[in-house]
Structures are given as C-alpha cells and as structure tokens.
C-alpha cells in the first residue's frame, strides 16, 4: 500500500514552454501532498505544500508564478513549470500523506531538462 | 525550528561488514524520525520511523535505528550489508502533534558497498 506515481518519468522541453507534472496517490486518499526539488548530490529542498482544495504554501524564495501547483482532487496534484529555463533543469519529487498518518510517501521522481 | 545533519557524507564499507549512519537533530519540539532510502535516478522510499514506543525500530531491509532522546540522535544500523544496499540515505524529522507533516531533511549519505 502507500503508492505515489509521477508522471512523466522524465521530460526534456525547449527553453520558455511549460512542463506539468502530475503526482497522484493510487492506493490511499493524500491529504496533503509536497513538491521537492532535487539537485545532483544534495538533499531534497521543499518547495510548497499543497492541501486539497486550497491554495499551496510556497516555500520562502520559491516563485509562486512559476511554479504552479493544482491539488485538485484527493488523489492527484499537479506542478507546472511556467516559462522553463534552463535553470529549471532538476529532479522533481513529490510525496504525500493521510492525516492523520504522519509518514509521506514519496513518488519516483521527474526529471525536467530545459534546452 | 528543527535541523538534521547527518554526520557522513560518504560511507564506503565491504559487504557484509556492519554498517552504521549518524543522523542528529536539533529541535525545541518533540519530533518524529524517519530514514529514508534513494536509490539512483529514483524516488524515496522508507526505510524506518519513529513515532512513539519502542526507541529501537525494525525496518525495512534489516535496517534498525534507535532513537536517543538525550544525545538528540537516531542513527541507522545494519549487522551485514550488502551491494544492493549501495544507495543515498537521508534522516528526516517532522514537528509532533503538527498536522502540517513537513519533514526538514539532512543532508544524505551516500552508503557504497564493495565486494
């Protein structure tokens, strides 16, 4: 039990095109789902918190405009990578939990590549 | 606010010789603990946590970790590794009793076993 997928697994996109992620919880209802952001070799950095239905919470230095987050259903969040830069280029991971279990379940992640 | 660090950044070891990975943490609150495995190119997958009980806590893949209130630590252990156990690890903690479960993340150790 406790699955997350990602999808797509990986995407490479031209420089200024938007990029959506989907993350979705498939065998449990998450009520509140994570984005992280993953540099080559470092630790996983949080970048917003998202509960369904509402509105996400941004991480400090986190560009809400660019990075936008949908958790539109119990079992499904989305991230859209606005306007990708080549600086964009990460490991996008997403995780998710049931209140009132405190372990997140974490997807495989997205590897995004801007050109 | 809470931190982590884990103390190895590279842990190279044979196989079948223990293994064991220092995580500390610093906190005003009381905390759950978790440790957390990335193999490459993948998402995280739960090793073990600890929420109550037992300071000593059995996971996955006969990995152990015991947690030690008064040295602010929960270090993972294992008796015998082996090459499949070559992988990044990382010790999370989160705030108890917050319903917002956001997991503040050391920095990730990076466990090379060889033959």
């Known amino acids: 039990g406790a699955v997350v997928s990602q999808h797509p697994s990986w995407v490479i996109c031209k420089s200024g095109t938007s990029v959506k992620i989907e993350c979705r919880s498939l065998d449990f209802q998450a009520t509140t789902m994570f984005w992280y952001r993953q540099f080559p070799k470092q630790s996983l950095m949080l970048m917003a918190t998202?509960?369904?239905?509402?509105?996400?919470?941004?991480e400090q230095g986190v560009e809400k405009d660019k990075f936008l987050i949908n958790h539109a259903s119990l079992t499904l969040s989305t991230l859209t990578v606005t306007s990708a830069h080549p600086e964009d280029s990460s490991f996008y991971i997403c995780s998710a939990r049931a209140d009132p279990e405190e372990t997140q379940y974490f997807g495989p992640g997205t590897r995004l590549l801007v050109l | 606010a809470q931190s982590v660090t884990q103390l190895d950044s590279q842990v190279p070891v044979f196989e079948e010789a223990p293994v064991e990975l220092r995580c500390n943490y610093s906190s005003s609150v009381s905390v759950y603990l978790f440790w957390y495995v990335q193999y490459p190119n993948q998402g995280l997958q739960l090793l073990l946590k600890?929420?109550?009980?037992?300071?000593l806590v059995k996971g996955i893949n006969g990995f152990e970790a015991e947690f030690n209130k008064s040295q602010t630590s929960f270090h993972l252990r294992k008796p015998s590794v082996h090459i499949s156990d070559t992988a990044e690890y990382f010790c999370?903690?989160?705030?108890?009793?917050?319903?917002?479960?956001?997991?503040?993340f050391g920095q990730g150790t990076e466990l090379s076993v060889k033959p």
């Open positions: 998202s509960n369904e239905g509402s509105k996400a919470t941004y």
């Open positions: 999370a903690v989160s705030r108890k009793y917050n319903q917002g479960g956001k997991l503040i």
């Open positions: 600890y929420l109550s009980g037992s300071t």
